[in-house]
């Protein structure tokens, strides 16, 4: 005895119906599309409003920096403007030891000058005059290398014969480059010597050049 075996065939499954009318799905698309819209835009916004503070804060904190260095620099030349007149007494008095330096350079001991003479001159022979002049401004590193003071010395001494004695003592001395008989004169008392002498740069005090040089 057979059994015949049947087999059911099932096509499809449960009918799919879309009862939603086509204008109400169009009108949920548009929704969705309206609300990705509006959160794109919000995140612009927000966005925006993020570089805007951002900017506003930088601006706000270099305009502070500016007014605290406006303040300062205010400050400052403040306190220039107080110091200008100390600078211009102290520009002045610059000028004045620069010129006293330059119209002072060549300063001699006059005193010291003679009283050297006075001192090499043989017995009964005195220093009767003088007249010696400064020369040239210094120029060199060597003093004794270049010309400076220059004059007559008058010496009243009772013989004519003195005159070779004091000429070579007057060369002897230091500071002297040149020394000689100028004129000789016969006289009530004995005789006058004029002579020419000739110093050297280290006859200069050099005092307002070394105050200039502070």
């Known amino acids: 005895m057979s059994i015949a075996k049947t087999t059911a065939i099932v096509i499809g499954g449960t009918p799919f119906v879309n009862l939603i009318p086509p204008s109400e799905t169009a009108r949920r698309q548009g929704a969705r599309l309206l609300r990705r819209w509006i959160l794109a835009l919000v995140v612009v916004i927000l966005v925006v409003a993020a570089a805007t503070a951002g900017a506003f804060w930088l601006q ?35 000028e004045l030891t620069a010129f006293r330096s330059g119209a002072m350079a060549t300063d001699m001991r006059y005193g010291g000058l003679v009283n050297a ?41 009772p013989a004519p014969q003195l005159v070779v004695p ?35 740069q280290s006859v200069y005090t050099g005092a307002y050049t070394e105050e200039a040089a502070e």
Do not use: K
């Not at 305009?63 to 300062?72: D, G, H």
């Not at 401004?137 to 003071?149: L, R």
């Not at 060369?171 to 008989?181: C, N």
């Open 60 to 94: 706000l904190t270099a305009a502070q920096r500016f007014a605290v260095e406006s303040l300062r620099t205010q400050t400052l030349l403040t306190q220039l403007a107080d110091l200008s007149d100390v600078q211009a007494q102290l520009d002045l008095q610059s």
């Open 117 to 157: 003479i006075g001192g090499v001159l043989p017995g009964g022979s005195v220093i009767a005059g003088f007249s010696i002049a400064p020369g040239g401004m210094p120029q060199g590193n060597d003093p004794a290398m270049e010309v400076g003071a220059t004059g007559t010395v008058t010496i009243a001494s």
């Open 166 to 200: 004091i000429v070579r003592n007057v060369r002897g001395l230091p500071g002297v480059l040149e020394a000689d008989g100028w004129e000789v004169d016969a006289t009530e008392s004995g005789y006058e010597y004029e002579l020419r002498v000739v110093f050297d």
